[in-house]
């Protein structure tokens, strides 16, 4: 028996020392495998289920795409495809295929012009035996909702110096069939020029080709295109060449292949709508020139059975407000059975004559603000393009041929039924509120119930905070009201009033906000068909009310999420789904609130059954859809150690297959495990956080801990991570990879505290982990953006535990940025600090001290912590002044702070150049106060304007001095 201990324990310890020599085998993350790291993107499963697509890209370079074949077991890969789609009919893939990214990046080296760049291709796939067809330099394509023997497809403009068609070709007529299925079509030739100015034409070929038998037709100068639903019609506008080339709108019937001009000669032609059935169009067109003053737009319509296009409504139109016109940004719309039309309309513009009087640089350019504007001006100004193209919803009645008006100046937003088919609309207005905007949040808003057969309005709700909307079938009014943390419904029959959920007793509101504001609603899951029931959450549970308040409220889930800790939430699988059927079957997502797992429930709106469990792991899970017509499935499931990677499974759920390996090469990189901590803050609140720790976790030995935070993160146990360049954060997996701890806590807030509040959660948590000795509590570092960044900055003031901070774009004086404005929408900052995440509660002058004692800037003096700020010149949510204040304040107090100034950045870094240098600063500024490594020269000696953009200062300096305990 001893002898077999003996053996016992000599094999377990060689297991140990395989296990830890494969674990010295692996490497570090480093900053150049960033652009490796793929994605799997763009995942679709086709009709019949036999099929599914997906594509796996890397951050840079190219990318694949992978057809699984379930009938022939087979995965078949595609070099750079994208854009991908499944015909209705599950037949065929279609998808485009960009050029190679280190051919176009070297022609760009060159300095080769756009047009010169090589352009995409298309591929057309046929599933069942995956044969290819592919047609070079293709712009765009198109495919029928409903139907599956067309597509249309926009060609590039030819390579400049090649012609069109040779002499020694037959001529094409435009439309006519062709049976080519060449790898590379040419342009038919064009009909000779009229005599005349002739200019160039800004549109290309337009292909409509049948994808059953190949057959093919072609179209010119076309600039814009779509196929209707049932692919039945393909329409097409084309721009004008010369005086026998006019633009104009053209139909094409793909039963009977013939060419219908619906109307030409116009200089413009917007906006084409055709109904559901295909046969009926609608069109904005006009005379004048683009350079004119005032565009007058027309509304025209068209049928196949008239073949005549006519006016619907214009200036003087009956039905249209006096001094407006018929808007050329408005959304066409014809109701689902054809008979009415929507469109838009707008005030027609003051003309302005130009002053010829003033030269340029002698006419004033100013903004006036004053007290009674509706928004402020820079509220104007950012939404003045919004503004200039803003239309108000008008509707044609087509059987009764009639124009009505709906939205106005006074109530511009009109909401209709999902059919468009209901004798009411909705308009909603905050108008007589906007005053308010930027500091009363939510702001009230009125509704009125709209008839659209008499005409009248009625208004049903007044200063509601809730966003009132229409019912699928316009059978009622619905919202949730923030003031009394209800759902109500309007009766729109009968104008009966009801709360849904009062008698209830569970709270339908944000159980954990913690923000001085009306707590917001958990949402809906949507209403059942035939306006039946409406289905709303709770924080766990679904629950399922009748509108109209007759039936008692149901709950759908049987309270199985509330005595399980489990939130669970429908997913819906048909994008165009307007309702929940009756008897559908509800597949729904879960989250633990305990362990973080995460999983999938199935349920029935019409059966009184428990939830039953799918699948329920500790990983994460996300992106479910069904085939419509199969119960197979397709979701992404991942954990912290796994990429999201893509599975498909029956409905069972049981013995799901893996789809995608999008990220194999993680197991050569030292990644480490993550784990849920918990602790109490300063006032005894219950808190959890996360604890990432590197592979060959030794608990014997110290190591450096970055503390990165914002508000909550700990329900992201599972969630995986990608090593990528840091547009503002730490990249998690980077550090963890290079010997680093990584502490994420969560927080909670108490009115009027904020910078308190962070340090009574974040001080005890840390805390308690250099408690567990595995912490070297003389290399800790704190790390955030906006929010986090402002937290930081307060935190340096009143703790010196930590040995270095980085603080992305943080407030530091709110006296200041009270006032300031969030240049990225024009809004005011009022709002943020007196009712949402600044957490303030009053104005500056109501709470001038808790300002004041919120506000890093006034305690500069008091900072020991050596720190790094990025705030960038573009910044649209927190001004950039905030960080040139503190800045400002440390340095002339000659505290050691650098700030990183992106030039032409937001608040958070966009371009990958960017985010790629981000990332090498930060990693060097903590490997040199955590871990002792050499300061690089932009630390040291700065990198002076003289030589921007020559030097950047990454170069070590290796006699720098060592930081100080």
């Known amino acids: 028996m001893r002898r077999v201990l003996l053996l016992m324990a000599l094999f377990g310890a060689g297991l140990g020392q395989a296990e830890a020599q494969q674990q010295t085998a692996k490497k570090p993350l480093t900053h150049d495998v960033y652009d490796s790291w ?33 009938t022939a077991n087979s995965m078949q890969q595609f070099a750079r495809g994208s854009k991908a789609a499944i015909t209705n009919d599950s037949r065929y893939a279609v998808f485009q295929i960009k050029p190679e990214y ?63 068609a ?61 196929l209707s639903d049932k692919g039945n019609m393909l329409y097409f506008v084309k721009d004008e060449l010369d005086s026998l080339h006019k633009a104009g709108v053209f139909a094409f019937s793909t039963s009977d292949l013939k060419v219908m001009p619906v109307d030409t000669g116009k200089v413009t032609y917007k906006a084409i709508s055709a109904d559901k059935a295909g046969e009926q169009l609608a069109f904005v067109a006009t005379m004048d020139t683009v350079g004119a003053d005032i565009r007058y737009f027309n509304l025209n319509y068209w049928t196949k059975k008239e073949n005549k296009a006519r006016v619907l409504a214009d200036t003087l139109s009956k039905g249209m407000p006096k001094d407006w016109m018929v808007s050329e940004h408005g959304n066409l719309k014809f109701s689902e059975d054809g008979k009415r039309l929507f469109f838009g309309t707008f005030p027609r513009p003051t003309r302005y004559e130009k002053d010829t009087t003033k030269l340029e640089e002698e006419k004033v350019s100013l903004d006036i603000w004053t007290y009674k504007d509706p928004l402020i001006q820079p509220m104007q100004l950012k939404q003045l393009d919004k503004e200039l193209k803003r239309s108000f919803l008008a509707l044609y009645d087509l059987k009764g041929k009639k124009m009505q008006q709906l939205a106005s100046l006074e109530m511009p937003d009109v909401y209709l039924d999902a059919y468009g088919q209901a004798d009411v609309a ?18 009230k808003k009125d509704a009125y119930l709209i008839d659209l057969k008499k005409g009248t309005k009625k208004q049903v709700l007044n200063e509601t905070r809730g966003l009132p909307q229409l019912s699928p079938m316009g059978e009622f009014v619905y919202w949730y009201e923030p003031t009394d943390s209800s759902w109500h419904t309007v009766s729109v029959k009968g104008g009966t009033k009801k709360n849904l959920t009062k008698s209830i007793g569970v709270p339908f509101f944000e159980e954990d906000n913690d923000m ?121 499931k991942g954990s912290y150690r796994e990429y999201t990677d893509l599975y498909s499974a029956d409905q069972s759920f049981a013995n799901a297959e893996k789809l995608s390996n999008a990220n194999p090469q993680i197991n050569e990189y030292l990644w480490g495990n993550v784990e849920l901590v918990n602790w109490k803050s300063t006032d005894g609140k219950p808190l959890e956080g996360l604890l990432f720790k590197p592979d060959n976790f030794d608990p014997k030995k110290k190591y450096p801990m970055l503390v990165y935070f914002y508000e909550r993160s700990s329900d992201g146990l599972h969630q995986h991570r990608t090593p990528a360049p840091s547009a503002s954060t730490i990249n998690i997996p980077y550090y963890v ?81 009270y006032g300031g404005i969030r240049w990225g929408t024009g809004l005011s900052r009022q709002f943020q600090y007196e009712r949402t995440q600044s957490r303030i509660g009053g104005t500056l002058w109501e709470k001038p001290m808790q300002y004041i004692e919120n506000s890093p800037l006034f305690f500069a003096d008091r900072v020991k912590t050596p720190l790094l700020i990025m705030h960038n010149d573009q910044d649209g949510a927190v001004p950039w002044y905030q960080g040139i204040e503190y800045f400002m304040a440390l340095r002339r107090l000659n505290k050691p702070v650098w700030m990183l100034v992106y030039n032409g950045e937001d608040h958070n870094l966009v371009q990958r150049k960017n985010r790629k240098d981000l990332s090498v600063r930060m990693s060097q500024f903590f490997d040199h106060y955590l871990k002792g490594a050499p300061a690089p020269k932009w630390m040291q000696q700065g990198v002076p304007s003289t030589v921007k953009g020559k030097e950047y200062g990454f170069e070590l300096i290796e006699t720098a001095a060592e930081p100080k305990e």
């Open 426 to 443: 909705l308009g909603v207005s905050d108008e007589k509120y906007k005053m308010t905007i930027g500091y009363d949040t939510p702001t």
């Open 166 to 226: 040779k002499k020694d070709e037959p001529k094409v007529t435009e439309g006519a069939p062709t049976e080519k299925k060449a790898e590379a079509p040419k342009t038919a030739a064009a009909k000779p020029a009229a005599k005349g100015k002739t200019k160039k034409s800004e549109g290309t070929e337009l292909v409509l080709r049948n994808l059953q038998t190949g057959q093919e037709h072609r179209f010119t100068r076309v600039t814009d295109y779509f």
């Open 737 to 817: 990879s290079n010997d680093y701890l990584v502490f994420v806590p969560d927080i909670v807030y108490t009115d009027g505290y904020p910078g308190e509040s962070a340090m009574d959660c974040i001080i005890p948590g840390v805390q308690t982990l250099v408690a567990q000795g595995f912490v070297d509590d003389k290399r800790m570092a704190l790390q955030g953006q906006s929010w986090g960044g402002y937290q930081i900055a307060y935190m340096v003031t009143r703790t010196n535990m930590f040995r270095a901070a980085m603080a992305g774009a943080p407030v530091s004086n709110m006296t200041s940025a």
């Open 102 to 164: 280190n051919k176009v990046r070297a022609l760009k080296l060159k300095k080769k012009k756009a047009d010169d760049l090589p352009k995409d291709s298309l591929a057309i796939v046929a599933l069942e035996n995956m044969s290819v067809v592919k047609v070079p330099r293709v712009k765009s394509y198109k495919l029928p909702k409903e139907a599956s023997n067309w597509i249309a497809y926009q060609l590039e403009k030819p390579l400049p110096g090649k012609k069109e």
């Open 516 to 636: 001085p504001m009306l707590p917001g609603s958990y949402d809906m899951a949507g209403w059942v068909e035939k306006d039946s029931y409406l289905l709303v959450y709770d924080r766990y549970d679904i629950w399922k009310l009748d509108p109209s308040g007759k039936k008692a409220p149901v709950n759908l889930t049987d309270k199985y999420g509330r005595t399980n800790k489990l939130r669970l939430r429908y997913e819906q699988l048909d994008p165009e789904q307007k309702f929940i059927p009756e008897n559908a079957t509800l597949y729904l997502s879960a989250f633990n609130y305990t362990d973080k797992s995460y999983g999938f429930f199935r349920d029935f709106v019409s059966k009184a059954t428990q939830p039953e469990k799918l699948v329920m792991t500790p990983n994460s899970y996300l992106s479910l859809k069904k085939a419509k017509n199969e119960n197979r499935f397709t979701f992404r």
């Open 38 to 70: 793929k994605a799997v993107e763009g995942d679709m499963i086709s009709n019949n289920g036999k099929y599914v697509l997906f594509n796996v890209n890397p951050q840079e370079g190219d990318g694949a795409l992978y057809i699984k074949n379930y």
